[in-house]
């Protein structure tokens, strides 16, 4: 049975850093197009970064800021995050679709863990 479970969220104030991980049980990792996407209070989930063997895009508000990065070996995904702003807050999951439909599209992502929180206080 497929599973995804993140951790390393957190509370920070604004100008912190977190780094989020994503493990993954009962498939191979480096056979499908791997992400983090995010969900406000009110707000549609959306991408916040894809990454697909070392192919890597990520929207717009995150750029020069969050940095996706996973290890194979070890079934693991991470999202690397400085200067965090209030408006980063949500809960933020990882998720996993066929390398052909890899983007920023939600309903592309078959496989979704149970989030975990982030917060950036001002």
């Known amino acids: 049975q497929v599973q995804l479970v993140e951790s390393g969220g957190g509370s920070v104030q604004a100008g912190g850093s977190l780094r989020p991980s994503c493990a993954a049980f009962?498939?191979?990792?480096?056979?499908?197009?791997v992400g983090w996407f995010r969900q406000a209070p009110g707000k549609e989930r959306e991408g916040v970064a894809v990454?697909?063997?070392?192919?890597?895009r990520y929207a717009d508000s995150v750029k020069g800021r969050f940095a996706i990065s996973k290890d194979n070996a070890n079934n693991a995904l991470y999202l690397q995050m400085i200067n965090l702003k209030p408006e980063d807050t949500a809960m933020y999951y990882c998720?996993?679709?066929?390398?052909?439909?890899?983007?920023?599209?939600?309903?592309?992502?078959?496989?979704w863990g149970q989030g975990t929180q982030v917060t950036v206080s001002s």
């Open positions: 009962g498939y191979t990792w480096n056979t499908y197009c």
């Open positions: 998720a996993a679709s066929p390398r052909a439909l890899c983007g920023m599209v939600v309903a592309h992502f078959v496989h």
């Open positions: 990454i697909d063997n070392y192919d890597t």
